[in-house]
């Protein structure tokens, strides 16, 4: 939003036209990782770590070059290795950088009952207030990519930042800076969704991968980070990238139709029972009749 | 302190009615404000994460962090005072054919009108629904709070868990506020005496005799006259 305020609409005292308005400036700002161009070499790991001030974690080795099964409280940034067997026998090593995908439709959003632990940003960046988060976990729960991780020391929930700090003030995040081969980039969501798109289509038509495609579902109303991969029809292929992530249903149901339904049977309770207070009133005892009060 | 003998509520005061007979063991009542205070304290904490608009609820009990701490940890005592009351009463709580009829003819009771009900044992049909139904949700709030507690204890395989958990966990805990409100309103101002009860453990021979007649005459081993 820094943007905002250099840009200008009225000038006092001033002949002619406002130079600049009318501009159409563009806030949304997205990450794009090609990964069919990605080495594996995990510089954009270090460079999270570096940048975020954690220490480098200890591994977890899985038959893999996977640094640790999932992202951490503390690992923000982690590339998932899967070997792929293609349909000639040939074998693929598909690597995809996972961290928050930054959702125009944020799960982790809906399902946070803290005030303003959660904010999304003009730009599209979704970022976790932990002074306000109170260490619920609700957001794990509404995340369909399994970003948000609980810190128990810290007892609230960490993850990418998209680098909102570095960002804000011009610069790009610190995995883009680190990347040697360039499969990363960083610009505004329309300039990197054609940029994918371009090298979508690069794959398709020269490098034979007639399903190449961009990640950028629908079911969350888009990202602010968006992929290039190889096989669009199998997302799943690249560490569980999920084929259709939504808020999950019964997160809209908790948070929707339940709430207000449950809202209003509460205070319709209590009206109630206020109303058969005036209407009937108190239960009292009645006198046991005297041919039982006979010492037996 | 007579009234007069035109309303079907005429009330005369005698020696024998106000006699106390024992309702409710020491052991019984610590135990049920044990449940009591555990259970107001999930429903304070649990409301402040249910709505936005009950979140500062968690300002009265130390605030967000502090109520998310605490809430679990309160609803495993709870869940030990309902485990306790499973102990000392559900001998008490079978529903039998009375409580049947008496729960078909639930409107008179609604409308004051008792004595058109079937004798009642020590705990009406009522109190044996609401018994039930807090044990009930007891499990299911237990079961699917573990969940919410370490969700990521459910591994992402089966993260079905995590939504289900999610919607259960709110559902019961709805119903046990509707079961709660009658239950607190009915002992405190609705019922004469029953709130005392709780408290010194006994009730007047009129009170058992009047809500709770088998019971009156199984405790005081009175013979029933035949009607």
Redesign the interface.
């Known amino acids: 939003m820094s943007q905002a305020s250099t840009e200008i609409v009225r000038i006092s005292g001033h002949a002619g036209t406002v130079p600049g308005a009318g501009l159409n400036r563009e806030y949304q700002v997205c990450k794009l990782v090609d990964t069919t161009t990605c080495i594996g070499c995990k510089a954009c790991e270090v460079a999270c770590l570096e940048w975020n001030g954690y220490t480098f974690s200890e591994t977890k080795f899985d038959n893999s070059y996977q640094t640790m099964p999932e992202t951490a409280w503390n690992y923000w940034n982690l590339i998932k290795f899967n070997e792929h067997e293609r349909d000639d026998g040939t074998m693929m090593l598909l690597m995809r950088k996972d961290q928050c995908m930054h959702c125009e439709d944020p799960g982790c959003l809906a399902a946070c009952p803290a005030d303003a632990a959660i904010v999304q940003y003009a730009n599209g960046i979704v970022d976790f207030q932990e002074a306000h988060c109170i260490g619920c976990g609700y957001c794990i729960t509404g995340c369909p990519f399994n970003i948000p991780k609980f810190s128990p020391t810290a007892r609230k929930v960490f993850k990418c930042t998209l680098c909102n700090d570095r960002v804000s003030v011009g610069l790009e995040p610190a995995c883009i800076k680190a990347c040697p081969t360039g499969c990363l980039h960083f610009g505004t969501k329309s300039e990197m969704k054609e940029l994918a798109e371009t090298r979508a289509d690069q794959l398709r038509s020269q490098s034979g991968f007639p399903d190449a495609g961009v990640y950028d579902p629908v079911g969350v109303s888009g990202t602010h980070v968006i992929y290039v991969l190889h096989d669009a029809k199998n997302p799943e292929l690249y560490g569980g990238l999920p084929r259709d992530p939504h808020i999950p249903l019964s997160v809209r149901l908790w948070k929707g139709p339940l709430k207000w339904l449950g809202n209003l049977a509460m205070l319709g309770g209590l009206v109630g029972l206020a109303l058969h207070y005036m209407r009937i009133g108190p239960k009292k005892e009645e006198p046991i009749p005297p041919e039982d009060r006979k010492p037996s | 302190m007579s009234t007069t003998d035109t309303t079907p509520?005429?009330?005369?005061?005698?020696a024998?009615?106000e006699e106390l007979i024992p309702r409710y063991t020491m052991v019984e009542r610590v135990n049920h404000w044990f449940g009591a205070i555990t259970y107001t304290y999930c429903l304070i904490t649990g409301l402040?994460?249910?709505?936005?608009y009950l979140?500062w609820m968690?300002a009265i009990v130390g605030g967000?962090?502090t109520?998310?701490?605490w809430h679990p940890w309160f609803g495993i005592f709870f869940t030990v005072s309902q485990f306790l009351m499973f102990l000392h009463w559900s001998g008490d709580m079978e529903v039998d054919n009375d409580d049947r009829v008496w729960a078909d003819n639930i409107q008179a009771y609604?409308?004051?009108e008792?004595d058109k009900l079937p004798p009642v044992g020590r705990f009406n049909w009522g109190q044996k629904l609401y018994f039930w139904g807090m044990v009930g949700s007891t499990i299911l709030l237990l079961l699917s709070g573990f969940m919410?507690?370490y969700?990521?204890a459910v591994p992402?395989s089966i993260?079905i868990l995590?939504?289900?958990?999610?919607?259960v966990h709110?559902?019961v805990a709805?119903i046990t506020?509707?079961l709660f409100?009658?239950h607190v309103?009915m002992s405190t101002?609705?019922?004469?005496?029953s709130f005392g009860s709780m408290i010194h453990g006994s009730v007047?021979?009129?009170?058992a005799?009047?809500?709770h007649r088998k019971w009156y005459y199984k405790v005081?081993?009175?013979?029933r006259?035949t009607e």
């Open positions: 509520r005429a009330r005369t005061t005698s024998f009615d402040a994460f249910w709505t936005p979140y968690a967000g962090p109520a998310r701490f609604i409308e004051n008792d919410l507690w969700v990521e992402w993260h995590r939504y289900v958990a999610i919607l709110a559902s709805l506020i509707g409100l009658i309103y101002i609705l019922e004469e005496g007047t021979r009129a009170w005799w009047t809500f005081t081993g009175r013979a006259p």
